[in-house]
Each structure stands twice: as C-alpha cells, then as structure tokens.
C-alpha cells in the first residue's frame, strides 16, 4: 500500500523557517518523481515544487522560488520541503505527491496525495 505522510507544519511568524516532511512507503521512492504542492481556502491547488528522477530536475514555482528549497533522502524515504522568508500568503494545507517517471511538468501526473498539513502564517 502507498503511504505519504506528511508533518512539520506549524504556526509560524512572517519571516520565520519551517520544514516540512514526507514519509513515504509502498513504493520505490528513490525512482519516483515527487512535490509539494498547497491547497489555500478558495484557490486552486498550486504546484510549488518538483524533484524530478527522470529526467532529472528540480522546478520551483515563481511564488517561491528563492525561499523553499524541495529535498529527498533516498535511505529514508523522505522529501523535505524548507521554506524560508514565509508570508502571511504562504498559508495553506501543504500536501506532497508521487508519480512514476518518467516525471512530467504538470500536477495531473502525480498517482498518489498524501492527506497534508496545516501551515499557518501570522502577520
């Protein structure tokens, strides 16, 4: 069975760091393509991040590039999503995915959701 589970979302400060995790099971994880993407009451789902195997590339989108950097660890099963310089807008339910390669750009790609979690962004 495939699990993504993800944690580490927290209320937080503008201009403070959290860092995100995702275990993953039930599946090759070093083989697969992975991101983050949130979900915000009343918007769409937004793709924020992909770590890409093959190819192999890594994709931020414009909202964040240069404050959340996407990262696995192979022996753990794990992607991490670091985000720095967080804005009241950045509040969301962060959710990450997997797909089988080879990876493609859009979110229609990825077969499995994890059930996400909460980040919160005071002013």
């Known amino acids: 069975e495939v699990r993504l589970v993800e944690s580490g979302g927290q209320l937080v400060q503008s201009g403070g760091s959290l860092r995100l995790s995702c275990a993953a099971s039930?599946?090759?994880?070093?083989?697969?393509?992975m991101g983050w993407s949130r979900q915000a009451p009343g918007k769409e789902r937004e793709g924020l991040a992909r770590?890409?195997?093959?190819?192999?590339?890594?994709y931020y989108a414009d909202s964040v590039k240069g404050r959340f950097t996407i990262s696995r660890d192979n022996a753990k099963n794990t992607l991490y999503l670091q985000m720095d310089s967080l804005k009241p807008e950045d509040t969301a339910i962060y959710l990450c995915?997997?797909?089988?390669?080879?990876?493609?750009?859009?979110?229609?790609?990825?077969?499995?959701w994890g059930q996400g979690t909460q980040v919160t962004v005071s002013s």
């Open positions: 995915a997997a797909a089988p390669p080879p990876c493609q750009r859009s979110l229609s790609q990825y077969v499995h």
């Open positions: 770590d890409n195997t093959i190819p192999s590339a890594t």
């Open positions: 039930g599946f090759a994880f070093r083989n697969y393509c």
